[in-house]
């Protein structure tokens, strides 16, 4: 498999290019932001959003991801891989 990019910002305000491998978890449900503080871009590929092995959804390109526990200061409302 060929790993995907993602543009990750962090609270830090700054931003980086991430290699992910597809199939792997890049935010988990429930997950504290102390943990794993970081929003995520997509500029291609497609990730899947479960919530409790629920699918929620699959997000394409130019989707952001991981905001609302960084906006709300709460954890993980679902999981992305």
Known sequence: MQ???YLIL??????????HMVGRRLVTL???????????FQPNGKVEVTKESM???T?????VF???AIL???TRTATVK
């Open 66 to 68: 991981g905001e609302l």
């Open 30 to 40: 429930g997950n504290s932001t102390f943990q794993n503080n970081l929003i995520c």
């Open 72 to 74: 709300y200061n709460c």
């Open 3 to 5: 790993p995907e990019s």
């Open 55 to 57: 699918k929620l959804c």
């Open 10 to 19: 962090s609270q830090r305000k700054s931003a980086s290019r991430a290699p």
């Open 59 to 63: 997000m394409g390109p130019g989707k």
